[in-house]
């Protein structure tokens, strides 16, 4: 007799995801220094703009209802008006130039769902998507989980090459590839996990890439806008969005779980007017409409002006953060051949690079070695697609997002010990 219960291919895909195992580690392990998982500062979390917001959706059976209601499959249409009204500020575009409509955002539970959503839209098993090397990890496993192949581009101080771009697509041209390619993936602003923001005209030069390369298909470009409120020096830039005149190429997603509140879990899509409906279609599936409470909140959020004194609070955290993690690696790396690291001009991420030959990986020296000294990382090894240049193992991304300045000088001094062990 067959006992037990036999999974699915795509449960067996989904298994062993490093992102679930490091959070877990982080909330198990409260006496390790964690500056691993991304988690936001558990001390400015919005709890009194949050209190308001929530009284105001209850003040009246009327909106308490309607907030505690189902709601449409492609979120509120205040906030989504507001979100967009956003974006268009940010970039210098006025309302009356040539922008998307508030029918092209969809909200979303956080903007991970818009990228698995944009994913099933757009992908088939053996589709190719390009991704920068390194890369953000929970998309890396997101693709793996649906058969498709990422290929890494290497990077420099502003992002993705797109020299090494062009010649990727024209190597999968010439092996009868390039039909396979759906996507370019980019996080241009301080990026997770290089810390790296893309300048404009690097933008514009990928962007003209794919739009060239595109033959009988479309090859789209997935903006993962994050991190963008996060900027703690220098001056924003637009996003590429705004450069695609047609408006048909870039997919931007957005959330307000880093710049706000993670457990209210609201993330949005700005997308291309042709996905629009295959993405609903995919999420109608789903859940018919992410959480209208938590969309109600955050609508009250940003109409009540709550949201830009937040975000400016939590820069000036995050602010001394960075600037504790760039002292500690400075008093506690710089002894060190051949351990060098980026200075990042907002975000979370720290992405630090150790000699030649060190494995940061899993269960290697250097990790037990870490965990030894009292702290734990992500291996970078997580972070690099498996197509392209292929997987690197002497890096680590550091996260300053949760821990104080003395625990991250802390960590930072306990990782420093492991590195000098492990080398001997």
Known sequence: MTTGLSAS?????????PVSELMSQALANQDLISLAAGFVDQVSLPVEPVRVAVQKVLADDVTACQALQYGTTCGDEPLRRAILEMAILADGQSAAGKSPTVDQVVLTAGSNQ?????????????????????????????????????????????????????????QLEQVGDLDRVKAVYLVPYFDNPAGITMSTERGGEILEVAQRRSGDHRIHIIVDEAYRSLRYEGEDVPSIRSLDLEGQTVIVAGTF????????RVGWGILPSHLVEPVLDQKGNIDFGSPYFNQRVMREVILSDHYPDHVATIRESYRQKR???LAAADEHFSSIPGVRWH????????????????????????WLSAIDEG?????????????????????????????????????????????RRTLG
């Open 9 to 17: 291919q795509r449960a067996i895909q989904a298994r062993g995801q």
């Open 114 to 170: 818009l990228l698995h959503l944009v994913a099933e839209s757009l992908l088939d098993p053996g589709d190719i998507v390009i991704c920068a090397n390194p890369s953000y990890f929970v998309f890396l496993g997101i693709l793996d989980y649906l058969g498709v192949r990422a290929v890494g581009v290497d990077v420099d101080a502003e992002g993705m090459l797109p020299g090494q771009l062009d010649e990727t697509l024209q």
């Open 257 to 264: 779980s880093k710049s706000f509140s993670p457990g209210i």
């Open 323 to 325: 600037d504790a993690m």
């Open 343 to 366: 200075r990042p001009c907002g975000g979370l991420y720290v992405w630090l690079e150790l000699p030649e030959g060190l494995d940061s990986g899993p269960g290697g020296k250097l």
């Open 375 to 419: 702290m734990f990382y992500v291996p970078g090894q997580y972070c690099f697609p498996s197509g392209g240049p292929g997987v690197r193992y002497n890096y680590i991304r550091l996260s300053y997002g949760v821990q104080s300045p003395e625990r991250i000088n802390e960590g930072i001094a306990a990782l420093a010990r492991a590195i």
